[in-house]
């Protein structure tokens, strides 16, 4: 399989390359910054691309069979990332390359609570940003279900951080997971293992799923 990253370079981008080349997929890796691409290896082609751009999305996915979408913006530019998921469905559409995209936790819900992550009272005060970003940009999705892209949505746990690859976790669909401790988590390496695994058995189908341990 041949998949193009965008957010090749980011933590959860990288982590996405190195599970694809270790189970045998070639990876054509995109960043607005190609310096940041440097020192892949070989068997990765990589390219400067802006996932804002259609145009730029088309020629950055041409002849793949999967997209990934990784990027996050910058502090002060989270309104990119609703325009990333218009973009992404303009430059796929019709091309019948899936899609999948990594997006918030925010808008999970919490159990008992009948609140969404993001509205808990502990939720911190300089996360809101993004996570109102990731609101948005899973809004563009879901209004879109007559575009003709077969998009997946991946939710991470609250919690997603550096750590090892167990390829252990759980799925779940719009309600935060937690484990037996209340603890909601997952490793970035692990969320790479999410993703490839929904990319070679795909189970979601223009919908947001989540996973955690």
Not at 105 to 113: D, I, Q, Y
Not at 140 to 163: H, M, T
Request: contains cysteine; proline residues 6%.
């Amino acid at each position: 399989m041949l998949i193009t990253v965008f957010g090749a370079a980011g933590d959860v981008g990288s982590r996405v390359v190195a599970e694809a080349l270790a189970r045998g997929h070639r990876v054509r890796a995109i960043s607005r910054d190609p310096e940041r691409l440097r020192g892949l290896p070989d068997r990765v082609e990589p390219r400067a691309g802006d996932a804002s751009s259609p145009d730029q999305v088309i020629a950055a996915a041409a002849g793949t069979d999967l997209v990934i979408g990784a990027t996050r913006p910058v502090p002060g530019h989270e309104h990119e990332h609703a325009e990333v998921a218009a973009a992404l469905l303009e430059g796929l559409s019709g091309s019948g390359i899936r899609l999948l995209v990594v997006g918030g936790a925010g808008s999970l819900r919490v159990a008992g609570t009948g609140k969404t992550l993001r509205e808990q009272p502990d939720f911190p005060d300089h996360l809101q940003p993004i996570a109102t970003a990731c609101d948005q940009q899973l809004a563009v999705f879901r209004a879109a279900q007559d575009v003709s892209v077969d998009w997946a949505y991946l939710s991470p746990p609250a919690l997603l951080e550096p750590g090892e690859r167990t390829g252990r976790y759980r799925l779940g669909t719009d309600e935060l997971l937690v484990d037996a401790e209340g603890n909601s988590s997952i490793s970035i390496a692990d969320l790479a293992v999410v993703l490839l695994d929904e990319a070679e058995r795909p189970e979601h189908h223009r919908t947001r799923f989540t996973a955690g341990y």
